[in-house]
């Protein structure tokens, strides 16, 4: 579903160019769970912002389902990710006045879902990830944890065919970030594509697949454990 | 050097008060490395904010270096922070419209340091954590783990008796994470206190006392491992 072929992301500052990736080939079919490992700075967010159709290569193609994203301006683009992705960030990007709530029903408002309706599935969202008793509460009055599972539950409320998921339990204890790992293979045995940003080598493990990259490029891709 | 007694922290919501921390005893003397342990949302950002006197109790004492710092007012308290702790914020807290270099010096503004002498001391302690190549990127041209150890230097630059770092490697693979623990017990070898948040067992593992905190109270407090 997902093919990258010769990508290449380069940053253009005003004193320096820096080449976040180089060249990047990368296949990644329907229903795979993968995860990206790789040194901090290494690519791998740059990597799945591209992927997530949230920024787009210097140079090389991409395509998704078979779509030729390149060719899509940005209302196409932006109408794809809202109805078939779904980015946990590792940054997690939280509206700042909104509630834990809020922040989760924030996605399905393009899909002419009712009021009632988003209020009800933000609940259920949020209710998944443990966070029943934090719905009122604004990003400021969370823990970096469950903030980090507001992200979570947003991008899982529009029930998205492909989760990109940034370090997503970068901020969690090892007992939550199972539950958060065990909920994400839940997904993939349901047939949603997981793509899994980690430098935890216990989620890797537990992937189907590991592909490293060390300065903007793959160098290893592994089959097996999981 | 630390003495809280039956701390107590209440957030008061308009709906609801959130009690994060509840009675909490605890001693820390000069010269410990601690690691603090919990679930997601038990209270362990709550309490290194209370320690690093950038929040005060609802209830209960604490003593500082032998100073009761619920007598200062905020002045006093600035300064003795500036002073005396270093602080890595879990969520970082960079100043986005400034460089790393510039967010790494800004504490020094208030020691009296010269211009050429902040500069220096700032390129220093990011080459420490392996960043001289990234010091004239703002926080949004960084990785995030980059940040985080922008976030490290910062803490550390103006050579403070007590480190407190509220989960330092959460965004870090592995092995940029032992390089800062190594830095860490360097730091602590040399008489520095040090007290860690942290997710990662194996950090907690290499500290010499847990101390673990379930539901805001401390549950249990060991030493030996380390
Ligand atoms: N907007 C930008 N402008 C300039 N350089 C950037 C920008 N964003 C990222 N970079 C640089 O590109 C490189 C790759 O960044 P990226 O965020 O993809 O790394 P990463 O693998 O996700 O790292 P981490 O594990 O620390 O999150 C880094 O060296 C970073 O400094
Ligand atoms: N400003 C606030 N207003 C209301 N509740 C708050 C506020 N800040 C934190 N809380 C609540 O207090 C509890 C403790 O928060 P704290 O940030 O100390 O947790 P933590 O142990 O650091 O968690 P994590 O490991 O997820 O970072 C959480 O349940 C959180 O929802
Ligand atoms: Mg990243
Ligand atoms: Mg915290």
Do not use: W
């Not at 443990?130 to 979570?152: F, N, T």
């Not at 199972?178 to 989620?203: Q, S, W, Y």
């Amino acid at each position: 579903v997902i093919e990258l072929a010769s990508v290449t992301r380069v940053y253009e500052m005003a004193a320096e160019s820096v080449h976040a990736l180089r060249g990047v080939d990368l296949e990644i079919r329907a229903g795979e769970l993968v995860s990206i490992i790789g040194p901090s700075g290494s690519g791998k967010s740059t990597l799945m912002n591209l992927i997530g159709c949230l920024d787009r290569p210097t140079a090389g193609t991409y395509r998704l389902g078979g779509t030729d994203i390149l060719g899509l301006d940005d209302d196409a683009l932006a109408r794809l990710r809202n109805r078939h992705i779904g980015f946990v960030f590792q940054s997690f990007n939280l509206l700042p006045r909104q509630t834990a709530r809020e922040n989760v029903a924030l996605p399905l408002r393009y899909t002419g879902a009712s009021a009632s309706e988003r209020t009800q599935r933000a609940e259920e969202a949020l209710a998944r990830v443990e966070l029943k008793d934090r719905m009122e509460h604004r990003p400021d009055q969370l823990s970096g944890g469950q903030k980090q599972r507001v992200a979570i539950a947003r991008a899982l409320v529009t029930k998205p065919s492909l989760l990109l998921a940034d370090e997503p339990t970068g901020s969690l204890d090892q007992s939550t970030g199972r539950e958060i790992l065990a909920l994400f293979k839940r997904l993939n045995a349901e047939g949603v594509t997981v793509v899994i940003v980690t430098h935890d080598p216990a989620i890797a493990a537990e992937t189907h697949r590991q592909v490293h990259i060390v300065d903007g490029r793959i160098v290893a891709d592994e089959r097996g454990a999981g």
